[in-house]
């Protein structure tokens, strides 16, 4: 059986928004739109998940009463309508709670939180990482399962983070003292290998 290749959806510019919500009503599917291309990340697993949970729950207790976690919630690119990506996890004020949108724009976010896919290749992490950066989102913490690692990006430049600090599950993440300060990883999931057969 081979593998499907997955190719950019050819779409004019100034519709890549209207074509992504088509096909999100269509699917069901979650698209985002990173340098002018539909990605449609593939659909999470139960771990995958399940380590947004546990995120979610170690790091909400410790945020102040202005921040609040929430998932699904877009960021779009300044001065870009048809840019935007969907982190697993956004901290950002809690105000946007009684917002009827689903854009929080870039200066309003502390925090971007991803957890790395199974199967997500390190070209499309790469991309990614640098449409964070960009968008001038100040903090991105990428969680990887499949190494029971995490990094944690800061200081945003043109395409790229000018701090890096790594970790793995066990030791905490060093979130700044006004997101609560450390942020613990220990029990966090890690993907197993598929069954055979």
């Known amino acids: ?8 959806i050819p779409v004019r510019r100034g519709r890549l928004r209207e074509t992504a919500t088509s096909i999100e009503q269509a699917t069901g599917m979650s698209v ?13 697993t139960g771990k995958h998940a399940g380590i947004i949970i546990d995120l979610r729950d170690a790091i909400r207790p410790q945020l102040p009463p202005r921040c609040e976690a929430f998932e699904n919630i877009s960021i779009p690119m300044p001065g ?5 990506a969907t982190p697993d996890l956004t901290i950002g004020p809690r105000a946007f709670r009684d917002d009827d949108g689903w854009l929080l724009d870039a200066d309003a976010v502390e925090l971007a939180v991803e957890v790395i896919s199974p199967n997500e290749r390190l070209k499309g992490i790469n991309e ?5 950066a960009a968008a001038g989102v100040p903090l991105l913490l990428q969680v990887d399962p499949r190494t029971g690692t995490w990094t944690l990006f800061g200081r945003p430049g043109e ?7 790594h970790g793995k ?7 700044p003292a006004d997101l609560g300060g450390d942020l613990p990883t220990t029990g966090l999931g890690m993907y197993g290998t598929p069954p055979r057969g």
């Open 32 to 44: 985002e739109i990173i340098g002018g291309v539909l990605r449609m990340p593939p659909p999470p």
């Open 128 to 132: 990614k990482t640098a449409w964070y």
């Open 1 to 8: 059986m081979s593998t499907p290749v997955h190719r950019p």
């Open 80 to 84: 870009d309508p048809d840019d935007y």
């Open 169 to 175: 599950y066990g030791e905490e993440v060093p979130l």
């Open 159 to 165: 395409e790229q983070y000018n701090s890096v600090d």
